[in-house]
């Protein structure tokens, strides 16, 4: 399938396979459909490692391009990073890894057929399979083989990534993810990934996911020069949102699946990262690395003021066609405003000993309390 057996000299990868698929055996709960699932989600990512490594060895001089600069647009799930990826991505200047060429990353993309490539279609079909399996996935999180991926769909490929803890209920990984791994390796893929996309559709990378807030240390020691934002908004409803989601992923693959359950594993998730990401924060490791703030409350009620200022503090200008097609993407794509989807008695948390794990975070960043939905 790959056309090699090499996966490299770094088999470090191979500790988060094995806890990996201890827990899709022993605790997941899949269904047979999630089965066929879980199988792709894990020989995905192993061919395109294979497939990059033998490229990287067949192309050295892929190994020595440099990534300047690049965006990360970090912060906790539900507080407006996909919506502000979608717009930035808008803007030619900026390069977002596309789903489409994560999933598939070779042959190589190019520039001539980056739009028209078959593996689109390809992508697109598998994607509105999982919305005919849980109707509604799509509305709670769009998506598609044109939209921007998230870095946890790369670093899968050392599988050290909250993607599968957030799709499969693992509750042995997940501990393993937040606690004991050793995320450094997973940032060089990640790198690697970059260099190898690149080597055929150049740019400046625009980059997002929630669980570098968690890493800031090991990205900013990958990256020495990346521009961080963090989006903030109030980790209660955060939490009620990330943990609904949760559940409609889940249910692509298991049968036996609770909010409840999900909120369980989303809060101590959110509040260790947002605690840990603090630290980080006025640790050594980041000394002297400036971090753009982004309210999620500013952002809502004046996207393109927030975007302004953004760029501003970035050391960019936002040309009128960024700026255009911003508009038409956003015009195209207003959302819901997340409807009844969730509540926050959906949890079964106590919203008062959550209120005071976070008060800190809120308080330094100036996160006001939001009406729970």
């Not at 937040?178 to 690149?198: G, I, K, N, V």
Request: proline share 6%; aromatic share 8%.
């Amino acid at each position: 399938m790959a056309g090699s057996d090499d996966f490299g000299g770094d088999d470090s990868w191979r500790e988060g396979l094995n806890l990996l698929c201890d827990g899709l055996a022993t605790e997941a709960r899949l269904n047979d459909i999630g089965v066929e699932i879980a199988v792709l989600d894990i020989i995905r990512p192993m061919v395109s490692r294979l497939q990059i490594t033998k490229w990287r060895k067949e192309n050295p001089a892929v190994a020595a391009q440099q990534i300047s600069r690049p965006i990360f647009i970090v912060g906790q799930p539900r507080t407006g990073t996909t919506i502000l990826f979608d717009l930035l991505a808008q803007d030619p200047e900026l390069r977002p890894p596309l789903t489409w060429e994560v999933d598939n990353p070779h042959p190589l993309p190019r520039s001539e057929t980056y739009a028209t490539d078959p593996r689109i279609a390809e992508t697109q079909a598998s994607i509105e399979m999982s919305e005919q399996i849980v109707p509604g996935l799509l509305a709670f999180h769009p998506m598609g083989a044109l939209h921007g991926q998230e870095c946890v769909r790369i670093t899968a490929g050392q599988f050290c990534s909250m993607i599968f803890s957030v799709q499969y209920r693992l509750p042995t990984y997940y501990r393993w993810l937040l606690y004991d791994a050793d995320h450094r390796p997973a940032y060089r893929y990640h790198r690697t990934f970059l260099q190898h996309l690149q080597s055929g559709v150049p740019g400046q990378w625009l980059l997002k996911s929630p669980a570098h807030l968690w890493q800031l240390d090991a990205l900013v020691a990958e990256y020495p020069d990346a521009l961080i934002v963090q989006n903030h908004r109030d980790p209660l409803n955060v939490i009620s949102s990330i943990s609904a989601l949760t559940h409609h992923l889940r249910r692509l693959a298991s049968d036996d699946s609770s909010i409840t359950d999900c909120a369980g594993q989303s809060c101590e998730e959110i509040v260790v990262g947002l605690e840990r990401g603090m630290k980080l924060r006025d640790s050594e490791a980041l000394a002297g690395h400036r971090i753009v703030d982004v309210q999620f409350a500013d952002f809502v009620r004046d996207p393109f003021a927030t975007i302004r200022a953004l760029y501003a503090e970035l050391g960019r200008e936002l040309s009128p066609v960024a700026e255009q097609n911003m508009r038409a993407f956003l015009a195209a794509h207003p959302g819901d405003g997340g409807g009844g989807r969730y509540t926050w008695d959906d949890t079964g948390l106590d919203a008062g000993a959550v209120r005071e794990q976070v008060r800190e975070y809120q308080q330094r960043f100036g996160v006001p309390d939001e009406p729970l939905k």
